[in-house]
């Protein structure tokens, strides 16, 4: 079995590529990355030399590159990773997405057609369905209402595939998943970006009052159901996948800050007194959560708690603070002011 993955330097994708070179032997498997901000080669430290692995640098939307590199290789099988994902900075400027996650998936598509892939599995997000109030779940069946530039984006993409699927009968399956987390995730993110404040003394930036709910998903829960789908999911079909897990940002954060302190030896009251409420995000969805009887139907069920997953998320980035010092370059600094200046927490005011 040959597969493209794309994105597959950031954090799901990485996650998925060792998952698959650790779990399912004799898997090949090519990873086209473009190597944005949120792409990293060090994300697959000690996977370059690994005979079913074959890195290569490009964009999704390069017509000319990806025609090439599926003449070149014949896929069995196309997993899209590969996407513009933070929803902070579609707000700022949601060109990329539209590049990236809509055109760049027409392109794999149309390269799927053209060299006959057995399979296209496009991993799609809950934030296509737009936003509930307390009560209810999404199913695989409810309509389509994003709120976000990204979101709209993932949601444009989704449209595609469909497309695809029923105008020349490409064989596409969909997942959409909750909130992951885990190790590797960019420091952009709820978890990684409040763990690592905590830990520098930098204000925790909670938008709103922190009542937005999400229902987080351990990433290898997510890679372990993505290979699943790919391997008994149906044509045209479209999985949810969740962990169950639902929780307000705010016990999440407060959590986070138990840990940090526990782990630290800081007091615990000086850690959650960093606790900010700032200017809440604009069109933020109120809450996500998802109906899973379609992937737990072929076996599938989540394996890792939150609270399990999240102490394990913490002590990652504990252990890996040199990963975090390069994966936060310049950009990142320059990111930060931009959305949380204007909210009063800035980067170069000192902790
Ligand atoms: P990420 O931002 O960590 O990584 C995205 C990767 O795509 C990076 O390696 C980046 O370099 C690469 N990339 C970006 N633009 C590209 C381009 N034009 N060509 C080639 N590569 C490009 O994202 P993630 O959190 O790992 O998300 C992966 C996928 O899962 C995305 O499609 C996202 O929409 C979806 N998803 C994520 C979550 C989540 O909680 N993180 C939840 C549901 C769905
Ligand atoms: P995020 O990790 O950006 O994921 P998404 O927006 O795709 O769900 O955010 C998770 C939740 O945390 C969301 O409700 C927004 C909130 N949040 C904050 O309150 N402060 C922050 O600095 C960030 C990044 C997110």
Redesign the pocket.
Known sequence: MKLLV?????????NFVRYVLRELPGWKLVN?????????LENLKGMEGHPDYRFVR????NRKLVDEIFSEERFDVVL???????VDRSILDPS?FL???VQ?TQVLLEAARKYKVGRFLQ?????VYGSLGREGTFTEGSPLLPNSP?AAS?AAADLLCRAYYKTYGLPVVIT??????GPY??PE?LIPLMTLNALEGRPLPVYGRGENVRDW?YVEDNCRAIALVLEKGKDGEVYNIAGGEERRNIEVVERICELVAERTGKDEREVKALITFVEDRPGHDFRYALTCEKVRDLGWSPEVTFDFGLERTVDWYIANREWVERVRSGEYMKYYDKVYGPRGVSWSQEP
């Open positions: 794309t994105g597959g330097a950031g954090f799901i994708g990485s086209l990355d473009k190597l944005t901000y949120a792409g990293n490009g964009d999704v939307a899209n990773f590969a996407a513009e994902t933070h990329p590049t990236t996650n760049g991993i799609s997000t809950d934030e990204y993932k959409r998943s909750s909130n992951n987390y995730q960019f993110k998903l």
